[in-house]
């Protein structure tokens, strides 16, 4: 089993900037693909980053790019979400996931094992 705890959600006014982590213990973190999600009310869990086992792939949906960071401290199993310039659109639950089962379906949600319970951000215009 895995477990994950995501921390840093909050209120930000729109341009502002959150830090999210996820600290995950129980199985080996270091093997695992991490990525983040989001879901928006009346919406589906969308893809954000995803960051492979040594930090040297990354991934990043088209809308966050540029503004999105994900980072992993293997040593603290820990992974971050560093969110820059933020806008209302992104007001969501953003999840953390863990044990992506195949590398060809990274921004696909059904194919992460393990889930955190979420952290809310919500950004006001």
């Known amino acids: 089993q895995v477990q994950l705890v995501e921390s840093g959600g909050g209120l930000v006014q729109a341009g502002g900037s959150l830090s999210l982590s996820c600290a995950a213990s129980?199985?080996?973190?270091?093997?695992?693909?991490m990525a983040w999600f989001r879901q928006a009310p009346g919406k589906e869990r969308e893809f954000v980053a995803a960051?492979?086992?040594?930090?040297?792939?990354?991934y990043y949906a088209d809308s966050v790019k540029g503004r999105f960071t994900i980072s992993r401290d293997n040593a603290k199993t820990t992974v971050y979400l560093q969110i820059n310039s933020l806008k209302p659109d992104d007001t969501a639950v953003y999840y953390c996931?863990?044990?992506?089962?195949?590398?060809?379906?990274?921004?696909?949600?059904?194919?992460?094992?393990?889930w955190g319970q979420g952290t809310q951000v919500t950004v006001s215009s």
């Open positions: 996931a863990s044990e992506l089962s195949t590398i060809s379906r990274v921004p696909d949600a059904n194919y992460y094992r393990y």
């Open positions: 129980g199985r080996t973190f270091t093997g695992n693909f």
């Open positions: 960051i492979n086992s040594n930090g040297g792939r990354i």
